[in-house]
């Protein structure tokens, strides 16, 4: 009977009985618990926030499994030696498409003008049709295919830009002035890397076409705040809906919060669901057990 450590105490209440369900669903006889032995437990059940940072102890375990989408703080931690995976769940995919749909028509249907409606101004211009409003991606894995497809079924043109070599995606520096030089609708989903750190910055910003909304749902580190600010000041940028940021909660004082051209969420793009999410964990538990790959195992050498 494998011995499960949910080394997340402030959110076992959400998952104390939506995980035990996901993994007697899935055939296993585990025990699940919030404390333990380091030398029993075989795998741990991990967010970057939980107080568990050294896993030296735990050399029986077999995997951490994270309950983000994001590793970045976890990746580079000498003590872990065991297998990393990160979650890519059914629910938090769900969620940052209603997201990106939803922000992505806000701005395309010019819908802050008859919603806000300043000086009660009758204005019936139209906007353009979804097929005539190109979309780029930047970030092209399972969040941002799943954008992309929920968006080219509304007809909007959708080009998709990764780090990585994919069929039909642009990739390498050419290939993303490309990608930037035809999106009106600009939307980052890449995980935060070395390599993608200030990704968009005031030599990338200026590729885009004049008036270009970007959408930030992925990591607050792929922007230069400094040359996003000077971009809207300008007018390079028309505006930016920005869920996440370098620093969370974004302090009161951030010039994002007054700015009349930025929109602030607060990181609520997507969430992972305790239903859904602990049926990933359960599935790669089954296969910890059964010998099998683990889903989502992160690569170290890439950071995600």
Partial sequence: MPLILFAVPALWPEYRDALPAAIAEAGID?????????????????????????????TRAKAVLNLWAGVEKIVGNPTLTQPLTRMVDPGLTEGMVEWVVGHTLRHHLGMDRHIVNPGHAWDPTCPPLARERPVTILGMGALGSACAEALRRLNFPVTGWSRTEKPGQLQGDHGLRAALSTAQVLITLLPKTPETENLLNKGTLAHLPRGAVILNPGRGALIDDDALMDALNSGQIGHATLDVFRVEPLPQ????????????????????????????????????????????????????
């Fill in 30 to 58: 585990a025990r699940i618990v919030t404390e333990a032995d380091p030398a029993e437990v075989d795998y741990i059940v991990y967010a970057p926030a939980s107080p568990l940072q050294d896993f030296t102890p735990y």
């Fill in 253 to 304: 004082d951030h010039p994002y919060w007054t700015h009349s051209r930025v929109t602030v969420t607060p990181h609520i793009a997507a969430d992972t669901r305790a239903l859904t999410s602990s049926r990933v964990i359960a599935e790669n538990i089954r296969r910890g057990e059964a010998g099998e790959p683990f889903l989502h195992r992160v690569d170290r050498a890439r950071g995600y």
